[in-house]
């Protein structure tokens, strides 16, 4: 048995009208607005009696998020001079460990 999307069920929508609401109510109900915007819901935030200067919206992590790093990727691009493994004079040495 195969299953398929059923046409006729709810998809969440997006509230035409933004939720307008000052920092402090912000902060105050911050939890309830977190679930407002999950479910498509827009909220803004003013300062005071100012127009809203925020907006509050769902992250959407970019693919730079889950690029695994390449070991050995700038193998050859990078030299280290013989002079690195030297050991360090001894005033420099001493200002290290100051």
């Known amino acids: ?16 009208k933004p ?8 902060k105050t109900n911050l939890s309830s607005l977190l679930q407002r915007v999950a479910r498509g819901g827009r909220v803004l935030i003013a300062n005071g009696n100012q127009d809203p200067r925020f907006e ?6 970019g693919p730079q998020q889950h690029t695994p790093r390449q070991f050995g990727a700038l193998r ?9 493994f030297e050991p360090l004079p001894a005033a420099e040495l001493e200002a290290w460990e100051r």
């Open 76 to 84: 050859g691009a990078v030299t280290v001079d013989q002079r690195f």
């Open 19 to 26: 939720t307008i609401v000052k920092v402090h109510a912000a």
């Open 1 to 16: 048995m195969s299953r398929t999307k059923n046409p006729r069920a709810k998809t969440p929508k997006r509230s035409t």
């Open 56 to 61: 509050l919206v769902l992250f959407q992590p």
